[in-house]
């Protein structure tokens, strides 16, 4: 099992920035893809960035591309998500997800990719 635990999430004015962070437990974290989702209220899940077990591979929603950044610590187990630029639209509850790396890294973008769940932190965006 691996435990993920978000944070830094709030409120923010449009324009102002963001890191969230997500720690993992459990497992070694160096063997797991990881990734950030988000989902506003009525919507569904949807992708935002994922970063490869080694970091050598870095994926990223259109959306959020030139604005977000995903990268890793895997000397402290952490995952970030450097959020700038922040839009209204970016409003959601942020999810950290984890899928151990010998799944490979065909379906990062999916939410069905993941086996693991963080329990999410809410990022509000004011106009």
């Known amino acids: 099992q691996v435990q993920l635990v978000e944070s830094g999430g709030g409120l923010v004015q449009a324009g102002g920035s963001l890191r969230l962070s997500c720690a993992a437990s459990g497992r070694p974290f160096s063997s797991y893809t990881m990734g950030w989702f988000r989902q506003a209220p009525g919507k569904e899940r949807d992708f935002v960035a994922a970063?490869?077990?080694?970091?050598?591979?870095?994926y990223c929603a259109d959306s959020v591309k030139g604005r977000f950044t995903i990268s890793r610590d895997n000397a402290k187990n952490t995952v970030y998500l450097q959020m700038n630029s922040l839009k209204p639209e970016d409003t959601a509850v942020y999810y950290c997800?984890?899928?151990?790396?010998?799944?490979?890294?065909?379906?990062?973008?999916?939410?069905?990719?993941?086996?693991?769940w963080g329990q999410g932190t809410q990022v509000t965006v004011s106009s």
């Open positions: 970063i490869s077990w080694s970091g050598g591979s870095e």
């Open positions: 997800a984890a899928v151990h790396k010998t799944l490979g890294t065909d379906y990062v973008t999916l939410s069905g990719g993941y086996n693991y």
